[in-house]
């Protein structure tokens, strides 16, 4: 018997049809007609609302970031905020090893009270001056009444010739002495002429001095100058920091603004103030912010690259460039919903009212400006008690 079955290859080749090929391409066609008809809304959508609005997923959250840097070489002995921590204006951030500056500044208060006690001094040699020419004019009229005497006195041969010659010495000893007080009035008068012991030049630099050593004490504690949060932070408690380091940041989130980069030909539309609204990703749909155009940034990424386009060599093919425009935010809005630096942002511009100055030619506020640390009323309390302590009583101040 053969163990090999005969199989009908033709029967095995040709099978039956499946399925209507006319209703397969029925519904290939409707497919592809829906998708266009999908397609042909969406556009229209996106045509409508482009004819009153400038729309660009390409936005970034930016702001300030504050660097937070020593003015004196010191050693770190506390740090009290951290990254992710909010702080408040004014607030202790960073404190350093102040012995150093409150030697310096005990060393400062004790010149200056040197320094007034000398000048206190110096208006004393100008009233003992004074003193000096009358005692020395009071010895000339006396020795010049006791010549005259004398000369009368020989002249009837009641003195000799030598005790005449004496008396003429005594006159002139005395102009001398009376000479040498009116130098010692004029050399004491020069140290102190024209001033107070307030505004003595030697006082003066004394209370410079002083002033700078408070300056340096004040740093010794480094304050938040804004309002935000504390980002950046590599500074180490015990850690030796020399002046400019950047020691930790502080991000005044509520006070961010929006980049977002345009395609030059969507800045035709643009106005300065028109209403702008904004959605992020990091809170999806169910948040809306609001803000309005500020103004237009000075040029295109190209334009400031380490390596900017060489437009004018070889061969060129025109590129569309993005231009950063700069979007202000609701502060109340920030508050309630923080946005952090960098994140993306989608922004829609409404371009309905053309009434604004064109975004070109507008120009950003300026940066607030921050207090000079000059030590304050405290120092200057101090400088004037030291002055009134050691100035004595009687002399001008």
């Not at 804004?226 to 015990?238: H, K, P, Y």
């Amino acid at each position: 018997m053969n163990a090999h079955t005969n199989i009908d290859t033709e029967s095995a080749v040709e099978l039956p049809p499946q399925g209507n090929p006319m209703a397969r391409k029925r519904g290939l066609l409707m497919l592809g007609a829906a998708i266009l008809i999908g397609v042909a809304s969406y556009g229209g959508y996106e045509g409508f609302i482009a004819g009153d609005a400038e729309v660009t997923d390409d936005a970034y959250v930016a702001g300030d970031v504050v660097a937070i840097t020593s003015r004196e070489p010191g050693t770190v002995l506390a740090i009290n905020a951290d990254n992710t921590e909010r702080v408040r204006r004014g607030q202790t951030l960073i404190e350093l090893d102040p012995a150093t500056a409150d030697a310096a500044m005990a060393a400062a208060a004790a010149d200056l009270a040197r320094v007034v006690r000398n000048v206190r001094s110096n208006f004393s040699k100008v009233d003992e001056t004074g003193a000096e020419i009358v005692a020395a004019q009071a010895e000339l009229t006396k020795a010049q009444s006791d010549l005259r005497r004398r000369q009368a006195a020989a002249a009837e041969g009641a003195v000799s010739g030598e005790e005449v010659a004496h008396a003429a010495d005594q006159v002139r000893t005395a102009a001398a002495q009376l000479n040498l007080a009116r130098s010692h009035q004029a050399q004491a008068s020069s140290a102190v002429h024209g001033t107070s012991i307030r505004s003595n030049p030697d006082v003066l630099a004394a209370i410079a001095a002083y002033r700078r050593a408070a300056i340096v004490q004040g740093h010794m504690r480094l304050t938040a100058p804004v309002d935000g949060v504390v980002a950046q932070r590599t500074v180490q408690l015990g850690q030796q920091v020399s002046p400019g380091t950047p020691l930790l940041a502080v991000v005044p989130l509520d006070k961010v603004w929006i980049d977002a980069n345009f395609r030059e030909t969507q800045l035709a539309e643009l106005r300065v103030g028109q209403p702008v609204e904004i959605t992020s990703d990091v809170y999806g749909g169910s948040v809306t912010f609001h803000g309005k155009v500020l103004g237009l940034g000075a040029g295109s990424g190209n334009a400031f690259a380490l390596l900017p386009p060489q437009n004018a060599s070889g061969n060129w093919i025109k590129i569309v460039q993005r231009v950063p425009v700069r979007i202000a935010l609701d502060p109340r809005e920030l508050r309630a919903n923080p946005l952090q630096i960098g994140v993306s942002a989608k922004v829609t511009v409404d371009t309905s009212d053309h009434s604004g100055v064109p975004v070109a030619r507008a120009a950003t506020g300026s940066i607030a400006r921050k207090a000079s640390e000059n030590g304050g009323p405290a120092v200057e309390g101090q400088i004037e008690a030291i002055i009134a302590a050691n100035a004595g009583q009687g002399f001008g101040r």
